[in-house]
């Protein structure tokens, strides 16, 4: 299995533009996550879904949206790029919930917006 | 979700055991003790977690105090490839988020 991917590794945005960071895993979980991570700073919640079609804001959702149309797939798009977006993104996964059940994380999208 | 305390960093010997504290005073009674560590900067890799009783597992021990508000985890062997900030984490079942702080910086010393 490959776990949890994450596209691209690297993008640097110009204020105002848009994009969609990848997410894709291959173990059948329910559950999927986005998280960004700014220097010297743990992980905030951005999105998260429990299942195909269904999901909800974490702690920082403003200026991100996400879609969950299939098990294996949860992109997280950025519109309107601002400089506070400059963090480092990860994606998750789990089987259920926390009551229990271990996140596995990707690599991370490392975003830049000058 | 309750609340954490770690100490920022520790050192450790290669080949010694790493302890690595936390306290967590005001966990509630069906809430889990996680532990992840995120090497450089990679994504958080999990290694354990516990609800009230001590486990083990390849890669690690948790030991959780009986009145449950602090916990060990324990490195039997660290290892260079062991440095990395360790996260300890509350959360309960009905919680889908994962709270990290600033957690402790380990290194790991020839």
């Known amino acids: 299995n490959a776990g949890v991917t994450q596209t691209p590794k690297f993008r640097i945005l110009k204020i105002g533009q848009s994009m969609t960071l990848q997410c894709t895993q291959d173990?059948?979980?329910?559950?999927m996550y986005w998280y960004r991570q700014d220097p010297g700073m743990g992980l905030k919640l951005i999105y998260y879904?429990?299942?195909?079609?269904?999901?909800d804001k974490g702690e920082v959702p403003n200026g991100y949206n996400v879609s969950r149309s299939t098990t294996e797939d949860f992109p997280l798009r950025l519109e309107l790029a601002a400089p506070s977006q400059t963090s480092v993104y990860f994606c998750?996964?789990?089987?259920?919930?926390?009551?229990?059940?271990?996140?596995?994380f990707g690599p991370g999208t490392r975003l830049t917006v000058t | 979700d309750a609340k954490t305390t770690q100490p920022p960093s520790m050192d450790c010997a290669e080949g010694r055991a790493a302890n690595l504290p936390c306290n967590h005073s005001?966990?509630?009674?069906?809430?889990?003790v996680y532990w992840y560590r995120q090497i450089h900067s990679q994504g958080p890799q999990y290694i354990i977690h516990?609800?009230?009783n001590n486990e083990t597992n390849e890669m690690a021990s948790l030991i959780i105090t009986e009145d449950r508000k602090s916990s060990t985890l324990i490195l039997p062997h660290a290892t260079l490839r062991d440095t990395a900030v360790y996260y300890c984490?509350?959360?309960?079942?009905?919680?889908?988020?994962?709270?990290f702080g600033k957690g402790t910086k380990l290194s790991v010393i020839p």
């Open positions: 998750a996964s789990s089987y259920g919930g926390t009551g229990g059940y271990e996140q596995y």
């Open positions: 173990m059948n979980h329910n559950y």
């Open positions: 879904s429990v299942g195909a079609g269904i999901t």
């Open positions: 005001t966990i509630s009674g069906n809430e889990y």
């Open positions: 516990g609800l009230k």
């Open positions: 984490i509350v959360t309960g079942a009905g919680s889908y988020q994962l709270t």
